[in-house]
């Protein structure tokens, strides 16, 4: 008699999934199912999260794909399940996604995933976000509940040249650490810090809806630590694997 909990059952899928990700709702499904399973199984999810995969965690990411420009680089910090680096690359199969992990465990989870699900714009990279200044080239850099912006930000600048964006999504008390975490942002980006902006995405899809601070690198300096225009190069499990002057209020707005 096995004394192991039930694996919790995947959540039924809502109307909004084929709203969010039309004819590849099928892979957000799969995907769902997986972090229902394994995901929870490997200690990616808590279990009580399960009822709650869509709204709070897929959709939650899907709704912020409309920031990315078309065919760009986005680089995701500390990935954990896929969230929401993975759920991008569903939804937008035109943008070429960096899942970027230091654990182990967390990156053999992510290439199983990026194989079943057969997506082909994705690199997964098992390392720290700051060692891989030149090796991912990024227009965008994605996180998720991964840590404050003090510290996002200069993992960050690590990847972004002049003029791209990190996107963090954030929970509730999004206004009050933006509030706390900007001298700190602004002094660790030596003058590449540039418009900030706080947004509400996705109120007609998730409940709450999704927040986000998005900081734009600006004038000063190169991508840190790499010298100017470097090349683009790949690393490893490829395909198988609003604003702020310096020291102002951010501007909220409602997308």
Aim: charged share 20%; net charge positive; with cysteine.
């Amino acid at each position: 008699m096995s004394l192991s909990a039930p694996t919790p059952a995947t959540p039924p899928t809502p109307p909004s999934v084929s709203t969010v990700f039309g004819e590849r709702a099928g892979l957000a499904e799969a995907y769902v199912a997986m972090l229902a399973d394994t995901g929870i199984s490997h200690g990616l999810i808590g279990p009580r999260e399960a009822p709650r995969l869509w709204d709070r965690h897929v959709l939650n990411c899907a709704v912020v794909a409309p920031l990315f420009s078309s065919s760009t680089v986005v680089a995701d910090i500390g990935s954990g399940a896929g969230l929401p680096g993975l759920v991008l690359a569903m939804v937008r199969p035109d943008l070429d996604v960096h899942l970027i992990e230091p654990l182990h465990r967390r990156i053999v989870w992510l290439e199983r995933a990026v194989t079943d699900l057969g997506l082909t714009n994705v690199t997964v990279h098992e390392a720290r976000a700051e060692a891989l200044g030149g090796v991912v080239d990024a227009d965008y850099v994605t996180a998720r509940a991964v840590a404050r912006l003090s510290k996002l930000g200069r993992w960050a600048m690590a990847l972004l040249p002049r003029g791209g964006q990190l996107i963090a999504l954030k929970g509730e008390r999004a206004q009050q650490e933006l509030s706390e975490d900007l001298p700190a942002l602004q002094r660790a980006g030596k003058g590449r810090v540039g418009e900030v902006t706080l947004s509400a995405h996705g109120a007609d899809i998730v409940d709450p809806a999704t927040l986000v601070v998005t900081v734009t690198i600006g004038a000063a300096a190169h991508r840190a630590g790499t010298a100017s225009g470097p090349a683009r190069r790949r690393a490893t499990h490829k395909g198988s694997s609003g604003s702020a002057s310096h020291g102002g209020a951010p501007k909220q707005s409602q997308v």
